[in-house]
């Protein structure tokens, strides 16, 4: 498995412990890393995906919700909701990654951990945060 990958089902799993624990970041993170073995750059990039995604949630939150038809956020599949947040926040807010990469990882990620639908719906969110948001944003830096 390739570094970020494994970095991304980290943070996955530390989006997913934040979110149902309702314990601290630095918490969840902490616990985290003393069961698993992961360094360098696996460790370093889960661990800003995490910062990153928290410190932007509500940001992250309302576009997820504008791009949802009939779905509330918290009525979302926990793992689906984590998936999108995360590569929301890849795709607005970490410059060095792709657009494609984010989206393939997150529904890759979907077919792994949700449900059967859990790919599309993943897929279809994204797509559309990709096309209105990304586009609105890379227009305003010109």
Not at 49 to 63: A, F, G, M, Q, Y
Not at 90 to 111: C, G, R, T
Not at 118 to 126: A, C, P, T
Request: hydrophobic content about 35%.
């Amino acid at each position: 498995m390739r570094k970020r990958t494994k970095a991304r089902e980290c943070a996955l799993q530390m989006l997913y412990a934040v979110d149902i624990r309702k314990e601290s970041p630095q918490t969840v993170l902490e616990n985290y890393w003393m069961e698993h073995t992961e360094h360098g750059e696996v460790k370093e990039f889960s661990g800003k995906l995490l910062k990153v995604t928290l410190e932007h949630l509500s940001v992250i939150d309302e576009l997820i919700a504008k791009h949802t038809d009939n779905w509330r956020i918290e009525r979302m599949a926990v793992i689906d909701r984590n998936i999108i947040r995360m590569s929301t926040c890849e795709l607005l807010f970490i410059e060095d990654i792709p657009p494609k990469v984010s989206i393939n990882e997150a529904v890759e990620l979907a077919k792994k951990y949700g449900d059967d639908e859990s790919g599309r719906f993943v897929n279809g969110v994204l797509d559309k945060i990709n096309k209105i948001e990304c586009k609105k944003e890379s227009e305003s830096k010109k």
